[in-house]
């Protein structure tokens, strides 16, 4: 069975600074996706950013990147030069194919980043 | 279009009432999904939808019950609930699984759930 921790309930940043969101996995499959999402008090998961398994460099977008350390099956999401709306909950995804049409998420249990000016 | 939709934003019932609700995308996604979020958790994953056909039922009480009468709409019909099911439903499409891209799934806003 798939497997996502993230350790950190919280995390406190000031703005302008990096922060890195910490995430390991766990899975017997060779072939996976990671993703990051992002969750404001609106309720709303905005997707941030992919890693594949067989991905050869880091992704990035923009001011966020993924730290991808396959060997130690960690991905952890960096957020550069951090801003008062990245204030939200920050959740780690593993995909899971499941069936022809369709595949499945399992998510870890996030990490609320607050932003302070 | 890269928008999914939910409605109502918010819908507050009682026990005995029945209620529905509303997902719609137009991105030609042919996997719909519904969560259920409680406050500070990870989504739970309730039901999925491949090419129109339940695909996954996560052993979801019969109060709750799905229905994807077409490729775009997805409805969760609601009936003698109780309060712990007050939560926020996610609705979430993808693109079929073996497609090109990151296959992620767009979410929708949400719909905030208080069972009185």
């Known amino acids: 069975a798939q497997k996502i921790t993230q350790t950190q309930p919280g995390m406190f940043v000031q703005e302008k600074e990096a922060v890195t969101l910490d995430c390991t996995y766990d899975?017997?499959?060779?072939?996976?996706?990671l993703f990051w999402y992002k969750q404001p008090s609106s309720g709303e998961m905005i997707f941030l950013i992919y890693?594949?398994?067989?991905?050869?460099q880091n992704a990035t977008e923009g001011r966020y990147s993924l730290n991808f350390q396959k060997a130690r099956k960690s991905a952890n999401l960096v957020i550069s030069a951090s801003q008062l709306g990245d204030s939200a909950m920050y959740f780690c995804?593993?995909?899971?194919?499941?069936?022809?049409?369709?595949?499945?998420?399992?998510f870890g249990k996030g990490t609320m980043l607050l932003v302070s000016p | 279009d890269t928008e999914v939709t939910q409605t109502p934003k918010h819908l507050v019932m009682g026990m005995t009432n029945k209620k529905s609700l509303k997902c719609e995308q137009h991105?030609?996604?042919?996997?719909m999904y519904w969560y259920k979020q409680k406050a500070k958790k990870p989504p739970e994953l309730m039901f999925v939808y491949s090419y129109e056909k339940l695909s996954i039922n996560e052993s979801v009480p019969s109060r709750f019950s799905p229905e994807c009468p077409n490729s775009s709409l997805l409805n969760l019909h609601l009936h003698a609930l109780q309060p712990e099911d007050s939560a926020l439903y996610l609705c979430a499409s993808s693109q079929a699984a073996g497609a090109q891209g990151y296959n992620e799934q767009f979410f929708g806003p949400g719909t905030r759930l208080t069972v009185l």
């Open positions: 995804a593993m995909r899971e194919r499941l069936g022809s049409g369709y595949s499945t998420l399992t």
């Open positions: 991105m030609g996604h042919r996997a």
């Open positions: 890693q594949g398994s067989y991905d050869q």
């Open positions: 899975t017997s499959d060779p072939s996976y996706g």
